[in-house]
Antibody
Framework: EVQLVESGGGLVQPGGSLRLSCAAS????????MSWVRQAPGKGLEWVSVIYSGGSTYYADSVKGRFTISRHNSKNTLYLQMNSLRAEDTAVYYCARGQWWGQGTLVTVSS | DIVMTQTPLSLSVTPGQPASISCKSSQSLLHSDGKTYLYWYLQKPGQSPQLLIYEVSNRFSGVPDRFSGSGSGTDFTLKISRVEAEDVGVYYC?????????FGQGTKVEIK
């Protein structure tokens, strides 16, 4: 059975950092693309970042230069390193690949 | 970035009646590989999004055949032939032809 389990969310002050993890089972994260999508409270879905099997990474303009997507192949885990966090980064963060989505982890940026 | 525009933003449908959602992209989603990178997702209340349609018109495994997708280039449509109570939620179109992906604003479907 395929499963994606995000972790690492929480409350962080503006300007702070957080690293999200997404542990995958039932498939290999490095075999195709993996993405992060976020959803601010009461808002729609916003694509954040993608990493392809070859290692290429891409980001939404809203997070470019502040967020870094990566993966650990042997741990079969996807990461999102988030630096210089802002209030507008407050959202539920999902890891996803096509039909497979995690349950999301909430990041709250507030003083 | 490609802008995805969905209409309407909300829809109230009587059970058993059809529903249709439009999604227009600011650029063509037809890739040189012949595929069109347009997807439809449904986010039911309190749940993670689920894939309904991939590459314009292909229903994902297990998706009821009352859901259908159509369109080409920049204009796309998701149709539900007979809406059921379990279809409530927010529907999103998404493009992945560019290196940066984008979602539509979402269309909230409720039952009358």
């Amino acid at each position: 059975e395929v499963q994606l389990v995000e972790s690492g969310g929480g409350l962080v002050q503006p300007g702070g950092s957080l690293r999200l993890s997404c542990a995958a089972s039932g498939f290999t994260v490095s075999s195709n693309y993996m993405s992060w999508v976020r959803q601010a409270p009461g808002k729609g879905l916003e694509w954040v970042s993608v990493i392809y099997s070859g290692g290429s990474t891409y980001y939404a303009d809203s997070v470019k230069g502040r967020f870094t997507i990566s993966r650990h192949n042997s741990k079969n885990t996807l990461y999102l390193q988030m630096n210089s966090l802002r209030a507008e980064d407050t959202a539920v963060y999902y890891c996803a690949r096509g039909q497979w989505w995690g349950q999301g982890t909430l990041v709250t940026v507030s003083s | 970035d490609i802008v995805m525009t969905q209409t309407p933003l909300s829809l109230s449908v009587t059970p058993g009646q059809p529903a249709s959602i439009s999604c227009k992209s600011s650029q063509s989603l037809l890739h040189s590989d012949g595929k069109t990178y347009l997807y439809w997702y449904l986010q039911k209340p309190g749940q993670s999004p689920q894939l309904l349609i991939y590459e314009v018109s292909n229903r994902f495994s297990g998706v009821p055949d009352r859901f259908s997708g159509s369109g080409s280039g920049t204009d796309f449509t998701l149709k539900i032939s007979r809406v059921e109570a379990e279809d409530v939620g927010v529907y999103y179109c998404m493009q992945s032809i560019q290196l940066t992906w984008t979602f539509g604003q979402g269309t909230k479907v409720e039952i009358k």
